[in-house]
């Protein structure tokens, strides 16, 4: 409950938790991905890859399927909010494949409804909105199913606001508004704040499609209110990419240009943050390569440590490349906003 409104509360507990933890591996696991979980919430990757790496480094320890299984599940959201898609499929269909073996199957429904809203994502980045919305709807059928809809109404709003985008896309507007309106009804139902201001950003999104600039920047600023609270870089950017928008709609160039700055640091923000990221895997990945070579594995597994830290290097590279191009782009458009302010 305090996931999405109070993270540092999350991982100050998850810290606490790993202290008091002694030999339980179980335990310390958890506490490992609670607090990854914290820092996913704060969109901070960077931290949150680096207790993933710790909790998925002791799971071998463990014999507990359903930990493994949720260990798995967080490894394959935590790749694809890396945009390493690839990865993120890889612990999926590991994760997927011990809960469809797994002897109790209610216990693992909730596991199966956030693996196939996490494919969602995919597919909808890959722009294959079908897919997607076809993922949307099996997940929030896992997550619905034994009356359990409330206690997942965070889950279930998450895939509806991403199923309203989708319907956007295919220009469904209808569908996307009704989409948006019952994402924000779970999220209410939770007090999900962050989800509040995202399900009324889709909302305002409809208006704006709708030609009703007044009413979405009525939303937006509902939204804005919200999000002052919360501190999300992405909800950030949406509400301000959403009001300069509607803004210049209308012939405000004040408030459109106000706005528009806004947007652009944040976006630089959210660069130098998955930059930050990316170089951090690659640090982990040579820290594993030095740590395995010093104990006794065999030349195959040394081969393939080595490898993999190649590929990453080269993917690492490729990335921050992109990654600093478009910051000197954002750099460049904060300067002409600033001299536009000027004139």
Not at 20 to 30: A, E, P, V
Not at 112 to 127: A, C
Not at 203 to 226: F, P, S, V
Not at 289 to 303: H, T, V
Request: charged share 25%; hydrophobic share 40%; net charge positive.
């Amino acid at each position: 409950m305090e996931m999405y409104e109070n993270p540092d509360k999350v991982i100050a507990t998850g810290l606490k938790i790993i202290q008091l933890s002694g030999n339980n591996t179980d335990l310390k696991i958890r506490a490992y991905k609670l607090i990854s979980d914290g820092y996913s919430s704060k969109r901070n990757y960077q931290k949150s890859l680096k207790f993933l790496i710790k909790a998925l480094e002791l799971l071998p320890k463990s014999e507990n399927k359903l930990l493994k299984i949720s260990i798995d599940t967080k490894a394959g959201i935590q790749y694809h909010q890396l945009n390493i898609y690839e990865s993120a499929i890889t612990y999926l269909d590991r994760a997927e494949k011990m809960c469809l073996e797994y002897p109790i199957p209610d216990s693992v429904n909730s596991f199966l409804g956030v693996n196939y809203i996490v494919r969602g994502f995919i597919y909808k980045e890959k722009l294959n909105c079908d897919i997607a919305i076809s993922f949307f709807d099996k997940g929030i059928k896992e997550l619905s199913l034994n009356n359990k809809a409330l206690e997942n109404a965070s889950r279930i709003s998450i895939a509806k606001y991403n199923k309203g985008n989708c319907y956007i896309l295919n220009g469904q507007n209808k569908l996307a508004e009704q989409s948006f309106k019952e994402a924000l009804y779970f999220a209410k139902k939770v007090n999900a704040k962050s989800l509040e201001a995202f399900a009324l950003k889709g909302i305002a999104q409809i208006y704006k499609l709708y030609g009703k600039y007044e009413a979405a920047i009525t939303e937006l600023n509902h939204a804005y209110r919200i999000a002052n609270k919360v501190n999300d870089l992405v909800l950030n950017e949406e509400i301000y990419k959403g009001l300069s928008e509607n803004y210049l709609a209308l012939n405000n160039t004040e408030k459109y240009q106000s706005y528009q700055l806004k947007l652009i640091q944040t976006q630089t923000k959210l660069k130098e943050n998955e930059r930050a990221s990316i170089e951090n895997l690659l640090a982990e990945n040579y820290t594993n390569l030095e740590n395995k070579s010093n104990s006794e594995f065999s030349n195959f597994w040394l081969i393939f440590f080595v490898a993999s830290g190649v590929i990453v290097a080269l993917v690492f590279l490729f990335l921050s490349n992109k990654i600093n191009k478009s910051i000197q782009i954002l750099e460049v458009k904060i300067k002409q906003i600033n001299s536009n302010f000027l004139k």
